[in-house]
């Protein structure tokens, strides 16, 4: 199982925009097949800070998800509103084992 956590950096005057095409994105990305998770969530000190919390069964289901046109049109879409470019970071779940879809 993969956890990726993406951190975006966001142009204050594109947050609300950001948040109804990142939620859209959200939407589309749980019914995936292979998605265990798919979290929205904005720093509580610093609102222009966001992640991504994507959890996936496999890199094969996480690899899956760039190649959705869902994903391909978030990423297009909010391109310009980041301050700079967003970071992934891979991460292996360990515990808990037993994650469904």
Do not use: C
């Not at 509580?44 to 391909?72: C, G, S, W």
């Not at 909010?78 to 470019?85: G, L, N």
């Amino acid at each position: 199982m993969i956890v990726t956590f993406v951190h975006i950096w966001v142009k204050p005057e594109h947050i609300d925009d950001f948040i109804k095409a990142s939620t859209e994105n959200h939407l589309n990305s749980i019914d995936e097949p292979g998605n265990l998770r798919f979290d929205l969530l904005q720093d509580d000190i610093d609102p222009n800070k966001f992640v991504l919390y994507e959890a996936y069964a496999t890199e094969e289901d996480a690899a899956a998800h760039k190649e959705t046109r869902h994903y391909q049109k978030w990423r297009d879409t909010v391109a310009d509103w980041m301050t700079k470019p967003r970071k992934g970071e891979k991460h292996i779940i360990l515990a808990p084992t037993d994650l469904k879809k």
